[in-house]
């Protein structure tokens, strides 16, 4: 089955207008539709938040510019496919793949020197690199704990009609190495996702399009 991945289509990010020396930034992104090679096609969703510590800003031009150490948790949910779910003969009743992942991110901020001295700018996201660990459920693999259940992982077609209970099979599921890097430019980001660790390795680039979520509230 294929792995957890960001399809790329959209994100939302919230803005801040704290002190760069200490902030808050709440993220939420959204993965649409997607082809999950040879599975048919499942709708993603990642969802999340960033809690982080910025460095003094810099200013360059027209921008100011600044650092920020973040931690990270982020959660996924994925539609199984009917292709996926025979494969997984030892749960065929779960529609929905969860992972979950925790790390942490260097992010590059930026936003545009105030021209007047009352007026605040927010800062926006301009690049950021992430690494996290954690468990995705379509990484699972089982082991049969007798002949039956053996037979089963097998051939599952052969077992879809009667399928053994979830007690006849030992499930695993490993810890991973999610790597994630982004680059925004105006309302366009570009990007890698990396999923490593036992089993087979998942690499993927992608572009899309980003939308700045506190532009229909306003920030006091």
């Not at 037979?151 to 009609?161: F, N, T, V, Y």
Request: proline share 5%; aromatic share 14%.
């Amino acid at each position: 089955p294929g792995s957890f991945r960001s399809p790329g289509i959209v994100f939302v990010f919230s803005r801040h207008r704290t002190s760069p020396f200490e902030h808050f930034l709440y993220e939420m992104s959204q993965g649409a539709v997607h082809q999950n090679r040879g599975a048919g096609e499942v709708v993603q969703i990642h969802f999340g938040g960033v809690v982080g510590f910025g460095l003094k800003s810099v200013d360059l031009g027209g921008q100011s510019f600044h650092w920020s150490f973040e931690g990270i948790g982020r959660a996924m949910l994925q539609s199984v496919a009917d292709q996926q779910r025979a494969a997984r003969i030892w749960n065929l009743r779960d529609d929905l793949y969860d992972a979950h992942t925790f790390g942490g991110r260097l992010a590059l901020y930026q936003r545009e020197k105030p021209k007047e001295k009352l007026e605040e700018k927010p800062w926006m996201p301009a690049a950021y690199i992430e690494f996290s660990r954690g468990r995705f459920q379509n990484y699972e693999t089982a082991v049969g704990r007798n002949v039956a259940a053996q037979k089963c992982l097998s051939d599952p077609r052969s077992c879809l009609a009667a399928p053994l209970p979830q007690s006849d099979y030992i499930i695993t599921k490993p810890w991973r190495t999610y790597i994630e890097g982004r680059i925004f430019l105006k309302n366009v980001f570009v990007g890698f996702d990396v999923n490593n660790g036992n089993g087979r390795d998942d690499v993927r680039f992608l572009a899309g399009l980003y939308i700045d979520f506190n532009r229909f509230f306003s920030l006091k």
